[in-house]
């Protein structure tokens, strides 16, 4: 089956060229003209990769690609015009894969595509992470307590699975902001408490008595190395 690509790219020839060029090298591409389509688009449907223009007309691309990676890791390429290397570097640290600097010839965009898809094809299934009666599935972003899926929200998911990543160690609000690569609002307006509390609420037996995610006043949050 054909690998399928969303571009998001504000420039219709530049976006019907790349389409075009890729379709026939065997990709199946859907073009979003703005980062909020393109952020609709990738979360109503499954991507093999992303190719991203950071210069788009409702947003920021790398806003884009720090909303993404929140919730997903599939492979982006950005596309840049910008002569500000200050641009590529945070775009690969919050989580891009690849950059292209425009202009490009179409070759290369295709070999950088098939790369970034090959290092994704080559990593390991991230194995599921047992706790006794707790299961939290990272392929899947799945998490089930005896066995019945627990509700969580793509946040929420991401938020637990970075806790029970380090079992033991106190994490602060901006350690979980880094390590979640979610905006800086999240841990300043004290939101990770309320999720933390939708947490409690889907995988504790009594979320008043959280036996799993414990506070640490003044801290932040550890994620109880022992469990039943």
């Known amino acids: 089956m054909a690998d399928r690509v969303l571009l998001i790219e504000d420039d219709r ?37 992303l190719i991203l223009d950071l210069m788009l ?3 920021d691309g790398l806003d884009v690609c720090r909303d993404i990676r929140t919730r997903s890791a599939t492979p982006i390429l950005m596309l840049t015009a910008r002569g500000d290397a200050m641009d590529r570097v945070v775009g690969l640290e919050i989580g891009a894969d690849d950059y292209l600097p425009k202009p490009f010839e179409p070759r290369e965009l295709l070999a950088r595509l098939k790369a970034i898809l090959r290092r994704g094809r080559i990593e390991t299934r991230p194995e599921t992470l047992t706790f006794g009666r707790l299961e939290i599935d990272p392929g899947a972003r799945r998490v089930r307590l005896d066995g019945r899926d627990c509700a969580l929200t793509d946040y929420q998911f991401a938020l637990l699975l970075t806790l029970a990543r380090h079992p033991g160690r106190v994490l602060s609000r901006e350690t979980i902001m880094d390590l979640t690569r979610s905006e800086r609002l999240e841990a300043f307006d004290r939101s990770i408490d309320v999720h933390i509390s939708r947490i409690r609420a889907a995988i504790e037996d009594d979320p008043k008595k959280p036996q799993r995610v414990l506070t640490v006043r003044g801290a932040g949050y550890v994620f109880a190395r022992t469990q039943d």
């Open 13 to 49: 020839r530049l976006a019907e060229m790349v389409k075009s060029y890729l379709g026939e090298a065997g990709f199946r591409v859907t073009v979003a003209g703005s980062g909020g389509e393109g952020i609709a688009l990738h979360r109503r449907e499954a991507f093999d990769a």
């Open 57 to 59: 007309p409702d947003m």
